[in-house]
């Protein structure tokens, strides 16, 4: 079994920072991509955020040049360093990853979600 799981997550001001942790665990052969996606009210899901098992980046135009991700293998965990908060940053965040299970072959796995809030 693998299982993503989230933490870090909950309230903060505008212009404030918090930071997220998604901790893979279980059978794991390797970790492919890893990425935040994030889901607002009323809204549909987004990616805002990937990193390739390479260390290669890519973000959203909404979150770049305020949030980084970030992986560190050994511990297979992914991070994301949220500044300069916006309450249109107010949502669902959740982490994604391909993986390969002992068992072989690729899987997408998603984490249970946590909630972020940024109050004005």
């Known amino acids: 079994q693998v299982q993503l799981v989230e933490s870090g997550g909950g309230l903060a001001q505008s212009g404030g920072s918090l930071r997220l942790s998604c901790a893979a665990s279980?059978?794991?052969?390797?970790?492919?991509?890893m990425a935040w996606y994030r889901q607002a009210p009323g809204k549909e899901r987004e990616r805002i955020a990937l990193v390739t098992s390479g260390g290669s980046t890519d973000y959203a135009d909404s979150v770049k040049g305020r949030f980084t991700i970030s992986r560190d293998s050994a511990v297979n965990t992914m991070f994301l360093q949220m500044n300069s908060l916006k309450p249109e940053d107010t949502a669902v965040y959740s982490c994604?990853?391909?993986?390969?299970?002992?068992?072989?072959?690729?899987?997408?796995?998603w984490g249970q979600g946590t909630q972020v809030t940024v109050s004005s």
């Open positions: 994604y990853a391909v993986i390969v299970p002992t068992g072989g072959g690729f899987r997408q796995y």
């Open positions: 279980g059978s794991i052969f390797a970790i492919n991509a």
